[in-house]
């Protein structure tokens, strides 16, 4: 027999129950073993039903219970609308007891009276001080010859009508057939022996008996964790396939060559560096060199760079387009924001504004009279540089060579928008920038056909962000701290979680317009209001006038999560800050505390929080225990699941089968590094298997070059 058989093959499934599995999308016998248990059930300890005395054997609190008993007097009880349960009393000899069963009424068909069972569930008083009653067990006929306990049992979800009792047996059922007729032979293994040496994974074959049939090796709770090596050989090997594919895209990709090239040596970018009036951070030197080999080959960069806020991202991209400029080459960088567009326009004026022409287009320049003259400019090639929004992907602006592409912020556009851009040119190089740390496992995913750099080093002279959070909803205490640094030439954020009270929440939230005066009063500095509903120039304005200094203090909603760089802003307080997220309250985190200028004092951050749930009040303890983007995002992701962290808009997010982005991010960062390597080794006839795996996935991908010369 082979796991590739039709399901009808395994013992117990005739065409009836064949067509159910079908149709829920379970053809074939491995079709089926791909259902994992959701739980396993240790049964190998029996217990005894709670004495005469009335003292449980066993108590409940320490788990549910395994006995064998006999079933007396089954029936049906009706309740009131239509509901009924089945009771019966098992009786061990010793003592008898009560049993309930909600939902399954077949089961006063089914269970015999006088015969031995096998009862597993929890035992509880009745009415929390009544009888000992179990309920809801699960509940097996014994076999003769076997009293004993029942092992480790795998609990099952249905597959689609299909009971997880019928579940449970035909599982069982099809690895003792396949087992009984070929070894471990029944299905491929396709995983390379290093890296199953190297990892200590068993084979697939064992490690599908193991899941379904457990031997008493992995732990119960291993099993359940999902973290015996039998579960780790199945997410491994689902996220090497993934991160093949990826890799063998990218090679692909590699072999289109792009048109342009760059005149810069080694000495040429050094020269650069040496323009900036700051020593480059050992990780920015690190990821510049990490672009300078990508432009310097001869098929497009595709590189994401993350770095948490302030890391020093447009250094590298200013650098980058400066060596594009020299080689006689057009950039361009796209910000997701007007205000960013402009901030990134000013501070490259400033750095590179003597050797490079740099223009900007947003929709207000465009709207300006000289709109028309620029977009000339780029299209004839005298705009070394364009930063700007995504009025950048119109229609109307057209390049003459667009080599570089930097994106910067790229959470807040979608793919569709880089590759808008990326069209502006001919396969230009991409540089893709973004503060929102994102896990590295999910990175590695989502933008799975970008190479990650990770700027992981601030550069000197920041002083560390002081973290506090409250409860106490007093205002006295956080005001005089946040006016202190006002006095000393510093700015301050008020963030509020709703723009007005009535947005129909029962919990009562700070809102700015409730209490924004109340605020601005207390901390008696010019202050300005930013929120969604104001026009965006309005918003811009309003930033720009804060930016300058002319006003001190800012109240405003989430809007000002992105980018902006204020160095002197030292102070903010967070409101209602059990509304947000963990990523969300370190981007606002990130707003403060750029400067360096030590008569600004230490920068604080205050979250208030009333009466915080429990999660919550979790997730505000990392926020002010760390600072690391990395390991705020990572908690993040084991607090709220993957597909939260990226939120709806984030399409392309892979499901995996077996393998859990959060729980097993190791063992995808194993696969990720291991992928290029299995690549260089798949013409090896002795992975056949693996190759046929990946050509199955996705048909073509294998070329003749990287498969087989197959016969
Ligand atoms: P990001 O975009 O990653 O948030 P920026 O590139 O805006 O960060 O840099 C933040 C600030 O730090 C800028 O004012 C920048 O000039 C400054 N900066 C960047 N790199 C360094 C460095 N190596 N040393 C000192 N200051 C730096
Ligand atoms: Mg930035």
Sequence with gaps: ???????????????????????????????????????????????????????????????????????????????RRRFSRVEAVASDGAARVGVVWFNRPYLAQQLEENVSYLLHGPLRRRGGDGPWQLSNPTVERISGEKPGGGGLRPVYGRIGEVPPSRVARLAADAIRGL?????????????????RTKHQLPRLADALTEVHLPSGHASIEELNARRSPAHARLAYGEFLLQQLQLAAVRRQRRRSGKPHRYRADGAAWAAAAGLVPFRLTRAQERVLGEIAEDLARNEPMLRLVQGDVGSGKTVLAALSCLIAARSGLQSALMAPTELLAEQHFASLERLLGSRLTIALVTSSQRAASDGGAVDERIADGRIDLVVGTHALIEERTRFARLALAVIDEQHRFGVVQRQSLARKGLRPDLLVMTATPIPRSLALTVYG???????????????????????????????????????????????????????????????????????ARALAA?????????????????????????????LATTVIEVGVDVPEATAMVILGAERFGLAQLHQLRGRIGRGTDPELGDPLCVAIAEA?????????????????????????????GPGEILGTRQAGLPQFRFGDLARDWRWLVAARQDASQVLDRLADPANAALRRQLERRVPGLVSPEEGSARP
């Excluded at 087992?179 to 890296?195: F, K």
Aim: aromatic share 4%.
């Design 526 to 554: 010019p202050y300005g209001v930013v929120h969604g509903r104001l026009r965006r120039q309005e918003r811009d304005e309003t930033m720009g006038r804060f930016a300058r200094g002319s006003i001190q203090v800012l």
């Design 179 to 195: 087992r009984d007729t070929s070894a471990s032979n029944w299905i491929e293994e396709w995983l390379p022996r290093e890296e």
């Design 449 to 519: 056909d970008l190479d990650v750099s990770i700027l992981d080093e601030m550069p000197p002279g920041r002083r560390p962000i002081e973290t506090r959070v409250t409860t106490d909803g007093r205002m006295e205490k956080v005001v005089n701290e946040v006016r202190q640094r006002l006095e000393s030439g510093g700015r301050a954020y008020v963030v509020f979680p709703l723009i007005d009270g009535g947005e129909g929440t029962a919990a009562r939230l700070p809102s700015l317009k409730e209490s924004g005066l109340k605020w």
């Design 612 to 640: 915080p749930s429990a999660e919550a009040e979790r997730r505000l303890e990392v926020f002010a225990a760390s600072t690391d983007g990395f390991r705020i995002a990572e908690e993040d992701m084991r607090q709220r």
């Design 1 to 79: 027999m082979d796991a590739r058989d039709p399901i009808t093959s395994t013992r117990g499934v005739g065409p009836v129950l064949g067509r159910r599995l079908a149709a829920a999308g379970c053809r074939r016998i491995v079709d089926l073993l791909a259902h994992l248990p959701l739980r396993y059930e240790d049964r190998r300890t029996l217990g005894r039903l709670p004495g005469a005395d009335g003292a449980a054997t066993e108590s409940p609190a320490s788990g549910p219970l395994t006995v064998v008993a006999r079933l007396e007097n089954v029936r049906r009880v009706f309740g």
